[in-house]
């Protein structure tokens, strides 16, 4: 059970020091990266973890990874997810509606069983406003498909 936190952890960690150095770049390509939070209301847990959009592959697409750590109901859980995202803009608002789909990894560790992994489809939604100073917030829905959480609601910061 600790082997997996710690290369979960390790996964985390490698992920991070590839994109924060590289921000300026992420930034010049029209990505962004940052932190979130929220609610997993399946397992009933508290989620923490990190969020990021490279840039574009198609005119109103990015790649958005995102890594969460839940914790509570005596479990954690960590999710790895890549997302494909879509954005609506209407015309002459401030904010950006998306919606995205991609693979989640998935890893519950339970204090009354061992740790188990899966892969499976997440759907998701939100929306992304500006904060200034170049720094953008957003509101997220998760919906998980089969074995993926149910549906967490997170909120983040991108930097």
Known sequence: MNRIKYILFSAGLAWLTIIIPNSEAVAAAGGAYGVRGGYDFGAEQAVIGFQSELGKFIELARFAPSADYGFGNDSTTFAFNGDIRIFFSPP??????????????????????????????????????????????????????????DFRFLFGIYF
């Open 92 to 149: 002459g608002a401030s904010a950006t509606l998306y919606g995205g789909v991609g693979p989640t990894f998935y890893v519950t560790d339970s204090d009354r069983s061992d740790a188990d992994s899966k892969i499976g489809l997440t759907f998701s939604g939100g929306i992304k406003f500006g904060a200034g100073k170049g720094r953008n917030y957003n509101f997220e829905g998760r919906f998980g498909v089969d074995t993926m959480p």
